[in-house]
C-alpha cells in the first residue's frame, strides 16, 4: 500500500469500490439531506449525489480513498451544485458566500475525524417530513422515504408491500415530480402540522427499521445499521412530539426488537432463528428502555394503537426465558387484536405462527391455508416457509419439503435462501 498527498490510502481497485459502496450505504441520507437543505430540492439533491458517486467510482480506484469519504462525496455534490449555477447565470453573491464557505468546510474536513452521525440529525429528519409532506399520497411517502432516508433500492421497497417493483418505481417518479412542483420547503413542520404527516413518518421509518431486521435481498441476514438510524430519528421525533402516543410505541417496538440483534447471527453471519438464540446475549438496556417507552405510551391514557400491540408482542419474547416459557396465547390475543385495528394478510401469518405455538401446527395450518386460497401474498416467501414449517411438524415430511423449495425460489435474500434450501435438502 502507498499514500497520496492527501493522505489517501491507495489500495485496489476493488478495495475502493467496496469502500464507496459502504460508504453509499451508510452515509448516503445524510448526504442527499445536506445537500437538499443547500438547493431547497429532494431531486436535484439526489442527482448531485449520484454524480458525486460516479466521481468516487472514477477517481478512488486510481487516486486512493479519502481519509473522509463522506466529506469528500459532499464537498464534490456542492462543487457541482456551484457550477451548474455558474452555468444558469445564478452565481450572485449568496451563491459566492456559499461557495467560500464550501471550500474552507473542505479543507477543515479531509483531516477531520468522521463525520458524527449525530451531527446532522436535524437534516435527516427535515428529508423524512419532506418525502412525508401531505401533498403526497400516503402510498407515495412511503414509497419515496425508505429510498431517499434508508438508501433501499425499488426492489427492497417491492418486496416490504408484496407490490411489483414497477408500482413502486412510478410512485418514486411521480412523487419527486410534485415535490419539485409543489416546491416544498426543506424544514421541519410547525407542530400543528404533524398530525398531516406523522401516520406516514412513523410508517417509513418502521419500514427503514425491518429491512435492517431483516434484509429482504443481498448476502446478508441484517442491515442493522439501518435499524439503527430508525431508532435514532425515532428518538428524536419522541423529544418533538413527547405526547403523541404512537411515536413512543414505535420507538418501543424497535428498542424490544434491537435488542435481540446480538444473538440473531453468529461470528460467520449465519442467522439463528429465535428458538436457537442465547437469550443471554440479548441487549437488556434496550429491553429496559424498551418496556419504559412502552410504559410512557400507555401512560398517555389512549389506548394502544397497531404499534403499541407489536410493542407488547415483542415484550412476551424479550421477558420470557426461552420460547417454551413465552406467553404464546397473551401473543394471540395481541395479534388478534392487532388483525381488529390494523388488518393485514402479514399480520394474519404472524398470528398463524403464534397459533402454532399456543395450540398446535394443525390449528396453524387451517389459517395459513386460508391465506394460500385468498392468493393475498402471492409471491411472499414467507408463507410458504411458514406453511413448510406446520406440515413439518405435522410429519407431511414431503409436502415440507416442496414449501421450503418454493419459498426458497421466492427469498430475495440470500441467507435466507440459503436456509431454506438446506431445509429443504433435509
Not at 363 to 369: E, G, N
Amino acid at each position: 500500500m502507498s499514500a497520496d498527498h492527501d493522505g489517501a490510502t491507495v489500495r485496489s481497485a476493488s478495495d475502493a469500490v467496496g469502500t464507496i459502496a459502504a460508504v453509499w450505504r451508510i452515509e448516503s441520507a445524510k448526504i442527499i439531506a445536506t445537500l437538499t437543505r443547500m438547493v431547497g430540492d429532494f431531486s436535484p439533491a439526489e442527482d448531485l449525489a449520484q454524480d458525486a458517486l460516479v466521481e468516487a467510482l472514477r477517481q478512488w480506484p486510481q487516486d486512493g480513498v479519502p481519509r473522509n469519504p463522506a466529506a469528500w462525496l459532499t464537498a464534490v455534490a456542492k462543487r457541482r451544485a456551484i457550477d451548474g449555477w455558474r452555468r444558469q447565470e445564478r452565481y450572485d453573491d449568496r451563491i459566492a458566500t456559499i461557495a467560500h464557505d464550501m471550500e474552507r468546510e473542505q479543507a477543515d474536513a479531509m483531516d477531520a475525524d468522521p463525520w458524527d452521525p449525530d451531527a446532522i440529525d436535524d437534516d435527516v429528519l427535515r428529508l423524512v417530513f419532506i418525502s412525508c409532506h401531505p401533498v403526497l399520497s400516503r402510498e407515495a411517502s412511503v414509497a419515496l422515504t425508505p429510498r431517499a432516508v434508508g438508501g433501499l433500492s425499488s426492489e427492497e421497497i417491492a418486496r416490504a408491500f408484496v407490490v411489483p417493483t414497477a408500482t413502486i418505481q412510478q410512485r418514486i417518479v411521480r412523487a419527486k415530480k410534485t415535490l419539485g412542483a409543489a416546491k416544498v420547503p426543506f424544514d421541519v413542520p410547525s407542530r400543528d402540522e404533524y398530525p398531516a404527516r406523522m401516520s406516514a413518518v412513523l410508517g417509513v421509518l418502521y419500514l427503514i427499521f425491518n429491512e435492517g431486521h431483516a434484509a429482504s435481498s443481498g448476502a446478508d441476514w441484517m442491515r442493522p445499521e439501518l435499524s439503527y438510524e430508525a431508532i435514532r430519528l425515532t428518538r428524536v421525533l419522541a423529544s418533538l412530539a413527547p405526547d403523541e402516543r404512537d411515536v413512543h410505541s414505535l420507538l418501543a417496538l424497535m428498542e424490544l426488537t434491537a435488542a435481540r440483534f446480538p444473538a440473531r447471527v453468529d461470528a460467520l453471519g449465519e442467522p439463528i432463528l429465535l428458538a436457537d438464540q442465547d437469550r443471554i446475549r440479548w441487549d437488556r438496556s434496550r429491553i429496559s428502555r424498551g418496556r419504559a417507552a412502552l410504559e410512557r405510551a400507555d401512560a398517555l391514557g389512549t389506548g394502544r394503537g397497531a404499534y403499541g400491540l407489536q410493542a407488547a408482542i415483542a415484550e412476551c419474547h424479550a421477558v420470557a426465558g426461552s420460547v417454551e416459557s413465552t406467553d404464546w396465547d397473551r401473543i394471540v390475543v395481541l395479534y388478534e387484536a392487532l388483525g381488529r385495528i390494523a388488518p393485514s394478510p402479514i399480520i394474519e401469518l404472524n398470528r398463524a405462527a403464534a397459533v402454532a405455538m399456543a395450540t398446535g401446527p394443525a390449528s396453524a395450518l387451517r389459517i395459513i391455508d386460508q391465506l394460500v386460497a385468498s392468493d393475498a401474498l402471492k409471491g411472499y416467501h414467507l408463507l410458504p416457509a411458514t406453511r413448510g414449517e406446520m406440515l413439518l411438524r405435522l410429519g407431511r415430511t414431503a409436502e415440507a419439503r416442496s414449501e421450503f423449495a418454493r419459498a426458497a425460489v421466492l427469498a430475495g435474500n440470500e441467507r435466507e435462501r440459503a436456509l431454506l434450501e438446506a431445509k429443504a435438502s433435509q
